[in-house]
């Protein structure tokens, strides 16, 4: 395929002093190369706090106007989200366009979404962030996006390509569209999360930051325990590959059964709008069993992205759902693999070894509540025979003149379901 040219940018970026300013800055240009553009130069500005009107202050704005005609670009990206008066100051000033941080996730996100119910939050996010940014170029830039159709093409990028901005009141009818048709799709995920949570298996999802290896790791895991084998997840080495959630049902040998979910990764600063708009999606976080998070492991900035996801996962209101980390890609560092500490693992997704001691890790984790019975069932029966076997580990099978005598090891709800059938007691393992 071809490479499309990418548009070059100048980032800029407000150091107070912050340990994570670098990070931040890195994180930008990351965001920047996955919107098809690239930076041609950085600048900062230390100060304590934006100028309310300008973001940096009124000479290094005059500085910036300069360096925008010297670098030959029209494009500048604030490392910062800019009040509405902010982008049209800046503009006024440097002549150039102004995108902040959470214009630029928007964009990616818009160019990214797949899915009928992607499409709908990030158009909903977008007509959000633009109500109060008419009359900027950031809202402009948006226009085509969230105008009519939702998620068409994202690729003239040149000049006059904007179109008559929207009046307010049309912006608000547009979010009660989107709003409505976001809410009958919310339904339906609903009731579908229902359904599983009366099959009563235990769920477990994979969270943690864009790019650390996720949909990898559910691909290696569904390969071993789906049902299917085709019903792979799109991996790339790309920020935000994932912006849906998917969940698949896993079979162990032993019978255990639990349903695994990947879903949308984090960045430092996700855009509010954003997190809102993919509450649902990330529901399937919220309702967990147990997290995973993955970290890529080979990434300097580890430390950080691990608070950023932390962090995110308090903001969707995810606070007490245990948690076991897994430190992703270690086959690109020197450390040895795969290992266990505590509920810290060290492993690639690509070895074989390592999805072991994760299915190992993962199972001890879930599967911690089930009891071990022996059941005596009615030769007239046979169908609590046939539901045992298919859903709990039937460790011994006898034929006995009243009844088939199994052992079994099974969750607690079904042991409680063929009580009546219990020869012997339960013993927890
Ligand atoms: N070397 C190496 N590469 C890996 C490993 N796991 C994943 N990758 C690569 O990392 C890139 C990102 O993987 P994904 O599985 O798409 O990451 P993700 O966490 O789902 O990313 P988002 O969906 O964007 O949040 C892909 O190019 C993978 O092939 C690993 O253990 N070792
Ligand atoms: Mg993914």
């Not at 912006?171 to 009958?184: D, G």
């Not at 790791?217 to 299917?228: D, E, K, P, T």
């Not at 810290?344 to 009891?371: C, G, M, P, R, W």
Request: net charge negative.
């Amino acid at each position: 395929m071809e490479e499309t040219p990418r548009t070059p940018v100048i980032t800029i970026g407000l150091n107070s002093g912050q340990a994570t300013f670098d990070y931040a800055m890195t994180e930008l240009k990351n965001l920047v190369e996955a919107n098809n553009m690239t930076v041609v130069e950085e600048i900062q500005q230390a100060l304590t706090k934006p100028n309310p009107g300008t973001y940096f202050g009124t000479g290094k704005v005059e500085e910036l106007a300069a360096i925008v005609i010297d670098d030959g670009v029209d494009t500048i990206v604030v490392n910062d989200e800019l009040s509405p008066s902010q982008i049209r100051n800046l503009e006024k000033v440097t002549k150039a366009r102004i995108m902040d941080r959470t214009g630029l996730i928007l964009e990616i996100f818009a160019n990214r979404a797949q899915s009928r119910e992607a499409k709908l939050q990030v158009q909903l996010a977008m007509l959000q962030y633009q109500l109060p940014r008419l009359h900027t170029s950031a809202s402009q830039r948006l226009d085509q996006q969230t105008g009519s159709g939702g998620g068409g093409g994202f690729t003239n990028r040149g000049a006059g390509e904007s179109q008559t901005e929207m009046s307010r009141r049309t912006i608000q009818r547009s979010i009660n569209h989107v709003n409505h048709e976001l809410k009958e799709i919310n339904q339906a995920a609903a009731t579908q999360r229902q359904q599983r949570e009366r099959n009563q298996l235990p769920s477990v999802a994979l969270v943690g930051y864009t790019n650390a290896g996720k949909s990898t790791l559910m691909n290696a895991l569904v390969r071993q325990f789906g049902m299917n084998e085709e019903k792979q997840v799109f991996v790339k080495n790309m920020l935000f590959a994932t912006l849906d959630t998917s969940v698949r049902q896993l079979t162990f040998p032993d019978q255990k059964k639990m349903l695994l979910s990947d879903t949308v990764g984090f960045v430092s600063q996700l855009p509010t709008q954003l997190v809102k708009a993919f509450r649902s999606t990330l529901a399937e976080a919220a309702n967990a069993d147990l997290l995973i998070q993955v970290v890529d492991y080979a990434d300097p900035n580890k430390e950080a992205m691990m608070n950023t996801t932390e962090q995110t996962l308090r903001d969707i209101g995810v606070t007490d759902v245990p948690m076991i980390t897994v430190f992703n890609k270690a086959d690109l560092t020197e450390t040895n693999f795969p290992s266990r500490a505590g509920d810290a693992l060290i492993l690639s997704a690509k070895d074989a070894d390592s999805i072991d001691l994760l299915t190992q890790t993962i199972k001890e984790k879930v599967f911690h509540n089930y009891v071990t019975a022996t059941f005596l069932v009615p030769f007239a029966n046979g169908e609590v025979v046939a539901y045992l076997n298919d859903n709990a580990n039937v460790l011994s099978t006898a034929y006995e003149e009243t009844g088939t005598a199994l052992k079994v090891e099974l969750q607690q709800a079904d042991f409680a379901r063929f009580k009546q059938y219990v020869v012997t007691p339960s013993t927890n393992d």
